[in-house]
């Protein structure tokens, strides 16, 4: 596994067409029409999740030792919560209430407070399934649980550990329960200690906004300034705050690689990984938003560089979320649904085929990754199920536990 990414051989786009003699499966399935590609993606995406479930669930006997949405339970959860929205099915729904109950047992005095690493993803997720099993009793639990997590000592900034990552699933509950669930003078009281923080590391120097984790000033979605300012833009902010929100995204791009790749932290000139948690896919996702939240082409425009850099170099070695194929194809689907251009649809659609056709040989023969948790929603099988699902309906995908 020399290089970290297969050569993207695939056409940059074709033109449906059933009839065409296409030279491999892969390139056939490039040229079928949307609904049969989506058909084929849904069976893989439900055989995926019994296996997932098999797997992190059935075979632990029901116990969460690992609760996490990130490598762990909460995210076997979460995908059967997104295959009840796109099926229908009850069964998948109380499965899912099944295991989040085992979840708020296991992360019990957990100190980590976010969406993806910590109690409150499994507060937020366990109210909003809650309401849709239509148990209220259970809704107050959860809702009255996620209103007594405390963040003690120091709390860093960032999205998996940090304090981004607890107003994300404060957002998530505003959606699915409804504005006000958390008060948005508790949210935004938060985002001005962000803010106040990111001032203070970047000490009138020329970005902004700066902030560290682990001593390092991280650039990515997942430990950094993507991530960061990703969750920010949801915040009810003031206009010297917004603009020091759009001055760090200036200056992420003003300072990007020639190769139009990001780097994964302050000062680094090693242009290699182009992930979500580090690199070019989780910037383009952040600044796909920024063109929506500040209404200015320039956003659009560098957002779409970075998804070419996607295409390019973005076919992993690795099938999941964080830093594989599946979480690479969301920058497309992000794309598609702000532009409606079916370029971008063809792309997603692309690297989901890609995985459908090839992942289970190129993992048995050695030649790709099956992440260090195989099944796990960021680093493994469950996440490419879940791009399969949001393949169904593509004008309602979202990046698991980031988009909102
Ligand atoms: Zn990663």
């Known amino acids: 596994m020399a290089d970290r990414f297969f050569p993207n051989e695939m056409p940059a786009f074709v033109e449906e067409n059933e009839g065409v003699l296409a030279p491999s499966p892969l390139h056939s399935l490039l040229y079928l029409p949307y609904p049969k590609t989506a058909d084929k993606l849904l069976r893989a995406a439900l055989d995926l999740k019994e296996k997932v479930v098999k797997e992190t669930w059935v075979r632990l006997r029901g116990r969460a030792k690992d609760f996490t949405l990130y490598t762990g339970a909460l995210g076997t959860a979460f995908l059967l919560f997104k295959a009840y929205q796109v099926t229908n099915n009850r069964g998948d729904l109380s499965l899912c209430s099944e295991i989040i109950r085992a979840c708020d047992v296991a992360s019990q005095g957990d100190p980590h407070v976010t969406f993806i690493c910590g109690r409150a993803g499994v507060c937020a997720l366990g109210a909003v399934v809650a309401k849709h099993a239509g148990d209220e009793a259970l809704l107050n639990h959860y809702l009255s649980s996620f209103r007594g997590i405390r963040m003690r000592g120091k709390v860093p900034n960032e999205l998996l550990y940090g304090r981004v990552g607890y107003l994300w699933a404060c957002c998530f509950l505003n959606k699915h329960i409804g504005e ?225």
């Open 180 to 404: 006000g669930t958390i008060p948005t003078t508790h949210m935004g009281a938060l985002a001005k200690e962000i803010i106040t923080d990111g001032k203070r590391l970047s000490n009138r120097g020329r970005c902004p906004l700066m902030y560290e984790w682990h001593g390092k000033k991280y650039w990515g979605a997942a430990h950094g300034l993507a991530g960061i300012m990703h969750v920010l833009m949801d915040m009810d902010l003031k206009p010297d705050e917004k603009e020091d929100i759009k001055g760090t995204l200036q200056y992420m791009i003003r300072n990007r690689f020639p190769s139009g790749n990001y780097p994964s932290s302050e000062g680094s000139n090693n242009d290699r990984l182009v992930h979500w948690c580090h690199g070019a896919p989780g910037v383009s996702l952040t600044l796909t938003k920024a063109s929506q939240v500040f209404q200015e082409e320039q956003f659009l425009q560098v957002a779409v560089e970075a998804a070419e850099v996607v295409w390019n170099r973005g076919l992993l070695k690795r099938v999941g979320i964080c830093h594989g194929i599946s979480g690479n194809a969301y920058v497309f689907l992000s794309l598609y649904r702000l532009t409606g251009k079916v370029e971008y649809l063809y792309r997603a659609k692309a690297f989901a085929c890609f995985l459908l056709d090839k992942a289970n040989k190129l993992i048995a023969d050695g030649l790709m990754h099956g992440g260090d948790r195989p099944y796990s929603l960021f680093e493994g099988q469950a996440g490419m199920a879940h791009l399969f699902l949001d393949m169904v309906r593509p004008s309602e995908s979202r990046f698991p536990a980031y988009e909102l």
